[in-house]
């Protein structure tokens, strides 16, 4: 299956292969081929914007992930540090220590949440940005054939 550039390219490469009318700049081209390349573009492109909902439901999925495995890592250490308590004959120095890893535990969910979001956002752009593209250039394509020009 084509992906939106590859057709692109290949409506380019019809473009720049087709014969010349003499005495302009103008070429001939097979308007039914074009009108299949514009097609098979329509057709192709809801696949790759689902691929853009999809990143967007793996970074949703992350970030759900990620808060649970924050809050399990916040009850263990809640538990840790009651047991702490508990058992240590020295009260101050198990709240230091449950304290600490609180800290860490925070810190730890901060930085996980974090590290997801960012790589989530870096899906997400590089999606768009390809979308924007193949966007950009199907617009370009459309105007040179309303205004009979070719890329060049």
Do not use: C, W
């Not at 010349?20 to 492109?45: A, C, H, K, N, T």
């Not at 949703?60 to 649970?68: A, N």
């Amino acid at each position: 299956m084509s992906n939106v550039a590859e057709l692109l390219a290949s409506l380019e490469r019809s473009i720049e292969k087709a014969p010349m009318v003499p005495f302009s700049q103008r070429v001939l081209i097979d308007g039914d081929r074009v009108l299949g390349y514009i097609d098979e573009i329509r057709r192709v492109l809801p696949d790759e914007l689902q691929e853009a909902r999809q990143v967007a439901r793996e970074r949703e999925h992350i970030l759900l992930e990620t808060k649970k495995e924050a809050e399990a890592i916040l009850l263990e250490t809640r538990e840790r540090a009651k047991k702490l308590l508990e058992e240590s004959a020295i009260v101050t120095e198990a709240k230091e220590k449950a304290s600490a890893i609180v800290e860490g535990a925070q810190k730890t969910s901060r930085e996980i949440r974090q590290g997801a979001r960012e790589y989530a956002d870096e899906l997400l752009a590089a999606v768009e940005e390809k979308i924007m593209g193949v966007y950009q250039q199907l617009h370009r394509d459309r105007e040179q054939l309303r205004g009979g020009k070719v890329a060049g």
